[in-house]
């Protein structure tokens, strides 16, 4: 019987890795000296479950690191051991190493040992000192403490439940695995087996006694088993260093019967048993986790609604069959709200599906926040508020590593040291909270620490010194601050000696912007700052505006559009050879034709006669000429990608309610493709237009 | 007498290990070309389109099967074969086509359908070549079908844009 088991790999490494993520935040929990006995189990059920896994699946260079670390753990757990801030030290760098190795399996790569190997001499020496062994050894023999007379011999009795294979365990991938242990001899009963008319042919009725002659430990016989504990009755009690008559009188007293076996498992020591433990509880439990987590409450809606649909369907099919009376119409009409009614319901109950609680990106911060404040030597604490706020599971993904940077740079930049703290009469620890809550159909995340603010000096000098503004801009503190997300201002060696704050800042609000958010910050100098990122709820759907150019529908963001308007012909100034502005109250508007940027024929061209859509991205506003305005819609987002490839100035596509395909406008795109360009002064600059005209 | 069908018919009896094919042929300005039955999702008739802006002219646009944005490529154009206009006869056949890694969905239109042959690929013969069509790239070997030649398009090539 073999199966392919690189079937089950992806379950693996995904379990592993949730169960490293757990073990991670648990060893966070723990104080030493005030650890708490549950705590501590679920770290050893987790590291238990990668152990038993990795194991079946042949990863033995992580199943042979995880065994260390479990050992350590089982000896803290049943209290031989005391926890020190040592140990968790270790133990965390442990769970880094072994995401290494699994992360470098999954990717199906060798892994690289050396991290491993010195961490579990590190384990061994932990280990080596209680075992009073020979410590440090470095072949892989050592990892199993010896024990004085060497060589022991084990009877084990093992009577597997008859539905043993169903559970997918073989007995005889167990046997082979006691043979590796040492010296094995076997004896099979087969009185069980029933006649050929009953025999079930994927039951099991076969039972073994087995003597085992090894310098190995009972853990070891103990581990072999332990995954079929509960699908079978087994003894292991120990013979003594006995090899020889008393050997074969056992063998020849039992003439094996089921009850003779029973009696052999009574009488057996009580410290011989196979110890019950919550190790094989916890990993069924685990195997349960797939990937796709729903709360339950968000099907019961979904199937409640789709009842609801299923009424509405019944009705209008009902009314369709009758003939078409004035009455009828007026139902009909109720039933068609009442469908619209209960597909927009629909909609956002499965758009919830994949909402996922923040706490998933959250979860991570715990263990970044002591690594950087140990190294940093800083005292921090890290508050979490708005934890169950939930957020499309595209979004959460990208938000992490702006996420991250930014706290580090709180951690960094923005907390004093203790002395200073102390000498600006501050509390010593320092707070960091990341906060998440919902506004609007957005979701925001804040990233505030009571630290020392943004230096408005520093950083308006240099600005000036990066040409980023001129010496006499008179700029609000505000302003200044919103400098750090410039292009120019970064680059980590210029600015390291300067607050600090702005390094690779642009990089962050570009990503946050890659997904239709925006970040801010606001500060107050000896306070501390605040990082606001505000983003959609889902990257699915958009509000859009449709407007028509041409023959061509195509859909604006609502997000981007600040105004429409008619454009004010005297008003309107040409720049160059061929860009129209448009004087907006105090400011000039380019005004983009999209019908030539787009290259279509048989728009409206002169400018009276047509509108002009407002928009902002990135801090420009642009005026794009569209023929009509057409109305408003949710509209669900298509790639356009999957089927053929990036189109400049367009973002994606969507089909409206007629069945047509419908463009969705890029903003930052269309700006590009245009040839406008942003430096880093609110300047417009208008460079040539050559790209546009060769299209 | 023979048909061609009864002959490949027979063929493919006596030569069912070989590495018989399915193809389904179509008419483009007389001549007419093979794909691989098992690439083609659909066929639909021509229907309006959603253009795509500076797309080069052979895309004649994006439209949506069921959900999906499917772009639609004019075979003439993609030949250079002067364009004639759409009729009731025009088809659009919706493929599925392996580029590189990926597999893309992808339409073409077409003059007609035509048939369906078994062909075994081995008998494919080269396309010559002094052939002075601009299209010769987009065909990766030729067959007879009894008195017919039938010009098996090479997809990949074809759809890579």
């Not at chain 1, 769970?95 to 992360?103: G, Y």
Request: a negative charge.
């Amino acid at each position: 019987m073999s199966i392919d088991l690189s079937q089950f790999f992806e379950v693996f490494f995904e379990e592993s890795f949730e169960g490293l993520d757990a073990m991670e935040a648990e060893l966070l929990n723990l104080v030493p000296g005030e650890e708490d006995l549950e705590t501590i189990n679920t770290i050893f059920r987790a590291a238990h479950s990668i152990k038993g896994g990795s194991g079946t699946f042949g990863f033995t260079s992580v199943a042979d690191f995880t065994h260390v670390l479990e050992t350590l753990l089982d000896q803290i757990r049943e209290g031989s051991r005391d926890l020190t801030a040592e140990h968790v030290n270790l133990l965390l760098k442990s769970v880094d190493c072994l995401r290494a190795l699994l992360r470098s399996l999954q990717a199906e790569q060798q892994p690289d040992l050396a991290e491993a190997d010195e961490l579990r001499i590190k384990f061994e020496e932990i280990l080596g000192m209680r075992a009073a062994t020979k410590a440090a050894a470095s072949d892989t023999d050592s990892e199993e403490p010896v024990t004085e007379s060497s060589r022991n011999t084990f009877q084990i009795d093992f009577k597997p439940h008859h539905h043993l294979f169903k559970t997918g365990n073989e007995p005889l991938y167990m046997i082979s695995e006691l043979a590796e242990l040492g010296d094995l001899e076997t004896q099979a009963f087969q009185d069980d087996v029933p006649d050929i008319t009953d025999f079930a042919p994927e039951e099991c009725f076969l039972s073994w006694r087995f003597f085992l002659t090894t310098d190995k430990e009972q853990s070891c016989i103990e581990e072999i088993f332990e995954w079929v504990e509960d699908d079978a009755d087994i003894t292991i009690t120990l013979c003594g260093g006995l090899f020889g008559d008393e050997l074969e009188e056992t063998k020849v007293a039992q003439a094996a019967t089921d009850t003779e076996i029973k009696e052999a498992e009574t009488a057996a020591k009580p410290t011989a048993e196979v110890k019950k433990s919550a190790p094989v509880k916890s990993a069924a439990a685990n195997t349960e986790s797939t990937s796709i987590r729903v709360g339950i409450d968000k099907v019961d809606s979904l199937i409640n609604m789709v009842g609801e649909l299923v009424i509405t369907q019944a009705m209008l099919s009902q009314l369709g069959e009758q003939e078409i009376t004035e009455a009828t119409i007026a139902s009909l009409q109720e039933g068609l709200a009442q469908l619209a009614h209960n597909t927009r319901d629909l909609q956002e109950n499965v758009m919830r599906i994949r909402m996922l609680p923040i706490s998933f990106v959250f979860s991570r911060f715990p263990r970044l926040v002591r690594d950087i404040s140990q190294k940093l030597d800083k005292q921090v604490e890290l508050k979490l508020l708005g934890e169950q706020t939930e957020l499309d599971k595209t979004v959460m993904e990208k938000i992490s590593d702006p996420m991250v940077h930014l706290v580090r740079n709180s951690l960094d930049h923005g907390l004093e040291t203790v002395e200073k703290r102390v000498a600006a009469g501050k509390d010593p620890v320092g707070t960091v909270t990341l906060n998440a809550f919902h506004q609007g159909g957005n979701i925001v995340i804040e990233i505030m620490d009571d630290g020392q603010g943004l230096n408005t000096t520093k950083i308006r000098e240099k600005a000036i010194k990066n040409g980023l503004i001129s010496e006499s801009d008179d700029l609000s503190d505000n302003e200044i601050n919103e400098l750090i997300f410039l292009p120019g201002f970064s680059t980590a060696d210029q600015v390291s000696d300067l607050s600090g704050r702005g390094v690779g800042m642009d990089v962050v609000r570009r990503n946050i912007e890659a997904l239709s958010g925006s970040v801010e910050v606001s500060s107050a100098p000896g306070v501390g700052s605040t990082f606001t990122i505000r983003l959609p709820l889902t990257l699915a759907i958009l509000d859009g505006q449709l407007v028509r150019i041409a023959e061509h529908t195509y859909i604006i963001p609502l997000i981007s559009i600040i105004e429409s308007l008619q454009i004010d012909i005297s008003k309107v100034s040409r720049v160059g050879k061929d860009l129209d502005v448009l004087r907006l109250r105090d400011e000039y508007i380019p005004i983009l034709r999209l019908y030539t940027i787009f290259n279509h024929q048989g728009a409206i061209e002169t400018l009276d006669k047509t509108l002009l859509v407002v928009v902002e991205s990135d801090n420009q506003k642009v005026g794009l000429l569209v023929d009509d305005l057409l109305s408003q819609q949710q509209v669900v987002i298509k790639s356009l990608e999957a089927n053929y490839q990036k189109v400049d100035g367009v973002s994606g596509a969507t089909i409206l309610g007629d069945g047509r395909v419908s463009l969705i406008v890029d903003i930052s795109g269309l700006i590009k493709l245009s040839g406008l360009k942003k430096p880093g002064s609110q300047e417009l600059i208008i460079e040539s237009k050559a790209s546009l005209e060769a299209s | 007498m023979i048909t061609p069908q009864d002959d490949l018919h027979n063929k493919l009896t006596l030569e069912q290990d070989q590495d018989v094919k399915q193809f389904l042929t179509f008419i483009m300005a007389d001549e007419e070309y093979g794909v691989d039955i098992l690439t083609v999702q659909e066929i639909r008739s021509w229907e309006e389109i959603t253009v795509i802006p500076n797309a080069p002219d052979f895309v004649k646009g994006v439209i949506n099967l069921r959900g999906t944005i499917v772009p639609i490529i004019d075979l003439r154009r993609r030949f250079a074969i002067p364009a004639i206009e759409y009729g009731p006869l025009t088809v659009v056949i919706v493929l599925k086509v392996k580029l590189e890694s990926t597999s893309k969905i992808m339409g073409i239109v077409v003059d007609a359908v035509s048939d369906v042959y078994s062909i075994a690929e081995h008998e494919a013969k080269a396309v010559p070549h002094l052939s002075d069509s601009e299209h010769a790239q987009f065909v990766a070997g030729l067959v007879n079908v009894g008195e017919k030649m039938v010009a098996l398009l090479d997809l990949e090539k074809t759809m890579d844009i």
